[in-house]
Protein backbone atom coordinates (compact mmCIF):
# COMPACT_ATOMS: atom_id res chain seq x y z
CA UNK A 1 0.00 0.00 0.00
CA UNK A 2 1.33 3.11 -0.82
CA UNK A 3 0.16 6.45 0.19
CA UNK A 4 -0.39 8.40 -3.36
CA UNK A 5 -2.66 5.62 -4.14
CA UNK A 6 -5.03 5.50 -0.43
CA UNK A 7 -8.71 7.18 -1.49
CA UNK A 8 -9.70 9.11 1.69
CA UNK A 9 -12.82 8.57 3.09
CA UNK A 10 -14.37 11.69 3.41
CA UNK A 11 -17.94 11.51 5.53
CA UNK A 12 -20.04 14.31 6.18
CA UNK A 13 -21.78 14.09 9.76
CA UNK A 14 -25.12 15.86 10.33
CA UNK A 15 -26.37 17.40 13.52
CA UNK A 16 -28.96 20.46 14.48
CA UNK A 17 -25.81 22.34 15.42
CA UNK A 18 -24.15 22.71 12.32
CA UNK A 19 -27.90 23.24 10.81
CA UNK A 20 -28.37 25.89 12.69
CA UNK A 21 -24.71 27.26 12.22
CA UNK A 22 -25.60 26.73 8.30
CA UNK A 23 -21.93 24.79 8.04
CA UNK A 24 -20.36 21.58 6.71
CA UNK A 25 -18.36 19.64 9.01
CA UNK A 26 -16.64 16.25 7.24
CA UNK A 27 -14.23 13.98 8.85
CA UNK A 28 -11.79 12.71 6.33
CA UNK A 29 -11.55 9.16 7.87
CA UNK A 30 -7.96 8.45 7.65
CA UNK A 31 -8.25 5.97 10.57
CA UNK A 32 -9.98 3.67 7.94
CA UNK A 33 -6.72 3.39 6.32
CA UNK A 34 -5.46 0.31 8.09
CA UNK A 35 -5.79 -0.50 11.62
CA UNK A 36 -2.00 -0.04 12.69
CA UNK A 37 -0.62 2.03 10.34
CA UNK A 38 -3.17 4.53 10.87
CA UNK A 39 -4.07 8.10 9.54
CA UNK A 40 -1.51 10.70 9.10
CA UNK A 41 1.55 8.15 9.98
CA UNK A 42 1.52 6.68 6.11
CA UNK A 43 1.77 10.16 4.87
CA UNK A 44 4.50 11.05 6.70
CA UNK A 45 6.11 8.08 6.29
CA UNK A 46 5.79 7.45 2.51
CA UNK A 47 8.57 9.90 1.04
CA UNK A 48 11.17 8.28 3.60
CA UNK A 49 10.55 4.99 2.92
CA UNK A 50 10.87 5.55 -0.43
CA UNK A 51 14.23 7.00 -0.33
CA UNK A 52 15.61 4.42 2.01
CA UNK A 53 14.47 2.09 -0.66
CA UNK A 54 16.38 4.59 -3.20
CA UNK A 55 18.85 4.19 -1.25
CA UNK A 56 19.02 0.30 -0.48
CA UNK A 57 18.88 0.58 2.85
CA UNK A 58 17.66 -2.55 4.78
CA UNK A 59 16.62 -1.18 8.23
CA UNK A 60 14.54 2.05 9.47
CA UNK A 61 15.54 3.04 12.88
CA UNK A 62 12.74 5.46 14.37
CA UNK A 63 12.23 6.98 17.72
CA UNK A 64 9.14 7.44 19.92
CA UNK A 65 7.53 6.62 23.51
CA UNK A 66 6.14 3.50 24.81
CA UNK A 67 2.62 4.57 23.22
CA UNK A 68 3.88 6.11 20.16
CA UNK A 69 1.51 5.50 16.99
CA UNK A 70 4.49 6.64 14.91
CA UNK A 71 6.68 3.30 16.56
CA UNK A 72 3.44 1.35 15.54
CA UNK A 73 2.76 2.44 11.96
CA UNK A 74 6.53 2.43 11.24
CA UNK A 75 7.26 -1.00 12.22
CA UNK A 76 3.96 -2.34 10.55
CA UNK A 77 5.06 -0.03 7.43
CA UNK A 78 8.55 -1.61 7.27
CA UNK A 79 7.02 -4.95 7.81
CA UNK A 80 4.73 -4.83 4.96
CA UNK A 81 7.82 -3.27 2.06
CA UNK A 82 10.14 -5.94 3.18
CA UNK A 83 12.27 -3.31 5.39
CA UNK A 84 13.35 -4.49 9.13
CA UNK A 85 12.52 -1.92 11.25
CA UNK A 86 14.61 -1.04 14.86
CA UNK A 87 12.83 0.96 17.58
CA UNK A 88 14.17 3.24 20.14
CA UNK A 89 11.77 3.74 23.10
CA UNK A 90 12.19 6.20 25.91
CA UNK A 91 11.80 5.12 28.92
CA UNK A 92 12.96 2.22 30.94
CA UNK A 93 12.09 -1.64 30.54
CA UNK A 94 8.95 -1.80 32.39
CA UNK A 95 7.34 0.15 30.15
CA UNK A 96 7.73 -2.86 27.69
CA UNK A 97 4.47 -4.10 28.53
CA UNK A 98 2.36 -1.68 26.52
CA UNK A 99 0.08 -2.63 24.02
CA UNK A 100 2.41 -0.35 21.67
CA UNK A 101 5.00 -1.88 22.32
CA UNK A 102 4.08 -5.53 21.81
CA UNK A 103 2.43 -4.04 18.37
CA UNK A 104 5.79 -3.47 17.43
CA UNK A 105 7.47 -6.74 18.31
CA UNK A 106 4.51 -8.19 16.51
CA UNK A 107 5.65 -6.64 13.37
CA UNK A 108 9.06 -7.28 14.26
CA UNK A 109 10.42 -4.48 15.49
CA UNK A 110 13.78 -4.73 17.44
CA UNK A 111 13.21 -2.55 20.52
CA UNK A 112 15.32 -0.86 22.44
CA UNK A 113 15.13 1.45 25.15
CA UNK A 114 16.71 4.48 26.18
CA UNK A 115 16.52 6.40 29.47
CA UNK A 116 15.05 9.92 29.63
CA UNK A 117 17.79 11.79 30.18
CA UNK A 118 19.75 10.29 26.52
CA UNK A 119 16.71 9.93 24.92
CA UNK A 120 16.41 13.58 23.62
CA UNK A 121 19.76 13.95 22.09
CA UNK A 122 19.01 10.64 19.61
CA UNK A 123 19.80 12.32 16.16
CA UNK A 124 20.41 11.44 12.92
CA UNK A 125 24.30 11.83 13.30
CA UNK A 126 24.74 9.62 16.64
CA UNK A 127 21.47 7.05 16.46
CA UNK A 128 23.60 4.17 16.25
CA UNK A 129 25.50 4.72 19.79
CA UNK A 130 21.89 3.45 21.04
CA UNK A 131 22.23 0.18 18.85
CA UNK A 132 23.24 -2.54 21.52
CA UNK A 133 26.54 -3.55 19.52
CA UNK A 134 25.56 -7.21 17.97
CA UNK A 135 23.51 -5.05 15.59
CA UNK A 136 25.99 -2.71 14.84
CA UNK A 137 27.34 -4.62 12.09
CA UNK A 138 25.43 -3.39 9.24
CA UNK A 139 25.74 0.48 9.80
CA UNK A 140 25.85 1.38 6.53
CA UNK A 141 22.18 -0.61 6.11
CA UNK A 142 20.72 1.96 8.78
CA UNK A 143 18.01 4.94 7.14
CA UNK A 144 17.05 6.97 10.32
CA UNK A 145 13.50 8.86 10.42
CA UNK A 146 13.04 11.20 13.05
CA UNK A 147 10.48 10.53 15.80
CA UNK A 148 7.10 11.50 14.24
CA UNK A 149 8.80 11.96 11.14
CA UNK A 150 9.64 15.66 11.72
CA UNK A 151 11.58 16.28 8.57
CA UNK A 152 11.19 18.01 5.56
CA UNK A 153 10.25 14.38 4.20
CA UNK A 154 7.69 14.06 6.60
CA UNK A 155 5.97 16.97 5.80
CA UNK A 156 6.11 16.51 1.91
CA UNK A 157 4.52 13.11 2.68
CA UNK A 158 1.60 14.83 4.65
CA UNK A 159 1.00 17.09 1.66
CA UNK A 160 -0.26 14.39 0.10
CA UNK A 161 -3.04 14.57 2.60
CA UNK A 162 -3.87 18.06 1.49
CA UNK A 163 -3.76 17.14 -1.97
CA UNK A 164 -6.52 14.62 -1.65
CA UNK A 165 -8.95 16.18 0.33
CA UNK A 166 -9.03 19.27 -1.07
CA UNK A 167 -9.77 18.44 -4.39
CA UNK A 168 -13.28 17.34 -5.23
CA UNK A 169 -15.48 20.28 -3.58
CA UNK A 170 -13.07 22.51 -1.78
CA UNK A 171 -13.44 22.82 2.16
CA UNK A 172 -13.37 26.57 3.60
CA UNK A 173 -11.14 25.36 6.82
CA UNK A 174 -9.37 21.93 7.16
CA UNK A 175 -8.31 20.76 10.72
CA UNK A 176 -6.24 18.71 12.44
CA UNK A 177 -4.61 18.07 15.84
CA UNK A 178 -0.95 19.01 16.36
CA UNK A 179 1.72 17.13 18.02
CA UNK A 180 5.09 17.50 16.15
CA UNK A 181 3.52 19.91 13.54
CA UNK A 182 4.83 18.18 10.76
CA UNK A 183 0.81 17.22 9.65
CA UNK A 184 -0.23 20.86 9.55
CA UNK A 185 3.07 21.93 7.87
CA UNK A 186 2.09 19.61 4.98
CA UNK A 187 -1.40 20.78 4.88
CA UNK A 188 0.03 24.20 4.65
CA UNK A 189 2.90 23.37 2.21
CA UNK A 190 0.50 23.55 -0.94
CA UNK A 191 -2.28 25.44 0.36
CA UNK A 192 -2.20 28.63 -2.05
CA UNK A 193 -5.85 29.11 -1.44
CA UNK A 194 -7.64 30.87 1.07
CA UNK A 195 -8.88 27.69 2.51
CA UNK A 196 -8.03 28.01 6.68
CA UNK A 197 -5.72 25.56 7.78
CA UNK A 198 -6.47 25.44 11.73
CA UNK A 199 -4.58 23.35 14.03
CA UNK A 200 -5.00 21.98 17.75
CA UNK A 201 -1.69 21.54 19.70
CA UNK A 202 -2.30 18.26 22.23
CA UNK A 203 0.50 19.27 24.37
CA UNK A 204 0.36 21.96 27.03
CA UNK A 205 2.43 25.06 26.40
CA UNK A 206 3.49 24.20 23.05
CA UNK A 207 5.37 28.07 21.89
CA UNK A 208 7.72 26.52 19.14
CA UNK A 209 5.15 25.66 16.41
CA UNK A 210 6.13 28.72 14.10
CA UNK A 211 9.55 27.63 14.58
CA UNK A 212 8.89 24.13 13.80
CA UNK A 213 6.88 25.02 11.00
CA UNK A 214 10.12 27.14 9.41
CA UNK A 215 12.44 24.05 9.89
CA UNK A 216 9.56 21.87 7.79
CA UNK A 217 9.14 24.41 4.84
CA UNK A 218 12.46 25.98 4.35
CA UNK A 219 12.81 27.90 1.88
CA UNK A 220 8.89 28.50 0.66
CA UNK A 221 6.62 31.06 1.51
CA UNK A 222 3.70 29.56 3.64
CA UNK A 223 0.45 31.06 5.09
CA UNK A 224 0.79 30.24 8.98
CA UNK A 225 -2.06 28.55 10.15
CA UNK A 226 -4.95 29.55 13.04
CA UNK A 227 -3.99 28.17 16.49
CA UNK A 228 -5.80 27.00 19.45
CA UNK A 229 -4.27 26.43 22.10
CA UNK A 230 -6.93 25.59 24.86
CA UNK A 231 -7.67 22.02 23.93
CA UNK A 232 -4.72 19.96 25.41
CA UNK A 233 -6.77 18.99 28.39
CA UNK A 234 -3.96 19.03 30.82
CA UNK A 235 -1.33 18.40 28.50
CA UNK A 236 0.18 15.23 26.07
CA UNK A 237 -2.22 11.76 26.88
CA UNK A 238 -3.50 13.50 29.82
CA UNK A 239 -7.52 13.38 29.93
CA UNK A 240 -10.87 14.09 32.21
CA UNK A 241 -14.09 12.92 32.17
CA UNK A 242 -14.84 16.16 30.17
CA UNK A 243 -13.16 14.30 27.30
CA UNK A 244 -13.76 11.19 27.52
CA UNK A 245 -17.63 11.58 27.73
CA UNK A 246 -17.50 13.59 25.03
CA UNK A 247 -15.47 10.51 22.96
CA UNK A 248 -18.59 8.51 24.38
CA UNK A 249 -21.30 11.05 23.18
CA UNK A 250 -19.59 11.55 19.64
CA UNK A 251 -19.76 7.74 19.29
CA UNK A 252 -23.30 7.60 20.09
CA UNK A 253 -24.28 10.31 17.53
CA UNK A 254 -22.48 9.97 14.41
CA UNK A 255 -20.51 6.49 15.19
CA UNK A 256 -16.89 7.80 15.07
CA UNK A 257 -14.49 6.04 17.56
CA UNK A 258 -11.83 8.83 18.18
CA UNK A 259 -9.09 8.60 20.52
CA UNK A 260 -7.95 10.59 23.72
CA UNK A 261 -4.45 12.10 23.25
CA UNK A 262 -5.14 13.72 19.70
CA UNK A 263 -8.76 13.00 17.55
CA UNK A 264 -10.65 13.21 20.60
CA UNK A 265 -9.10 16.58 21.71
CA UNK A 266 -9.27 18.42 17.83
CA UNK A 267 -13.15 17.05 17.88
CA UNK A 268 -13.76 18.87 21.14
CA UNK A 269 -11.95 21.88 19.58
CA UNK A 270 -13.73 21.70 16.50
CA UNK A 271 -17.24 21.58 18.32
CA UNK A 272 -16.26 24.02 20.61
CA UNK A 273 -15.12 26.14 18.08
CA UNK A 274 -18.40 26.05 16.20
CA UNK A 275 -20.36 26.84 19.13
CA UNK A 276 -18.32 29.78 19.18
CA UNK A 277 -18.85 31.07 15.91
CA UNK A 278 -15.64 30.80 14.74
CA UNK A 279 -16.79 29.45 11.07
CA UNK A 280 -18.88 31.75 9.11
CA UNK A 281 -22.51 30.05 7.61
CA UNK A 282 -21.58 28.39 4.64
CA UNK A 283 -18.45 27.36 6.21
CA UNK A 284 -17.39 23.62 5.03
CA UNK A 285 -14.75 22.17 7.46
CA UNK A 286 -12.65 19.23 7.12
CA UNK A 287 -11.86 17.69 10.68
CA UNK A 288 -9.25 14.94 9.82
CA UNK A 289 -9.36 12.00 11.85
CA UNK A 290 -5.67 11.17 11.99
CA UNK A 291 -6.35 7.60 13.54
CA UNK A 292 -4.26 6.63 16.44
CA UNK A 293 -7.29 4.23 17.96
CA UNK A 294 -4.44 1.95 19.04
CA UNK A 295 -3.76 4.67 21.60
CA UNK A 296 -7.18 3.41 23.53
CA UNK A 297 -6.31 0.06 24.26
CA UNK A 298 -3.63 2.08 27.33
CA UNK A 299 -7.48 3.08 28.52
CA UNK A 300 -9.24 1.15 31.51
CA UNK A 301 -11.61 -1.08 30.35
CA UNK A 302 -15.10 0.36 29.84
CA UNK A 303 -14.03 3.46 29.69
CA UNK A 304 -15.55 3.70 26.53
CA UNK A 305 -18.26 2.76 25.21
CA UNK A 306 -16.24 1.74 21.49
C1 LIG B 1 0.98 11.34 15.41
C2 LIG B 1 -0.42 11.78 15.44
C3 LIG B 1 -0.79 13.13 15.29
C4 LIG B 1 0.22 14.24 15.28
O1 LIG B 1 0.76 14.48 14.04
P1 LIG B 1 2.01 15.45 13.90
O2 LIG B 1 2.37 15.34 12.49
O3 LIG B 1 3.10 14.88 14.79
O4 LIG B 1 1.63 16.80 14.34
C5 LIG B 1 -2.13 13.43 15.22
N1 LIG B 1 -3.08 12.47 15.33
C6 LIG B 1 -2.76 11.18 15.51
C7 LIG B 1 -3.83 10.19 15.68
C8 LIG B 1 -1.42 10.79 15.57
O5 LIG B 1 -1.13 9.50 15.78
Redesign the pocket.
Known amino acids: MKAIEIDINLQQIKSDLFFEKEIEVIVARLDLIHPLI????IF?LHYFIEDAKRKNKKTIVTQGGAFS??LVATANYCHSNGLKSIGLVRGELAEKASHTISACEEAKMDIFFVDRGAYPEINEQNFTAYIPNHLNDQLDQYYFIPE???DEL?AAG?SIIFEKISKATPPTHII?????????AGLIKNCHTNIEIIGIP?LKGMKDIENRLAKLLPYQAYKSPALFYDYHFGGYAKNNHLLLDFMNEFYKEFHIPT?F???GK?MFGTIDLIKKNHFPPGSRIICLH???LQ?NLSLPNNTLVF
Open positions: SGNKKNHGGFGATAIGTATTIVDVYTMTGGG
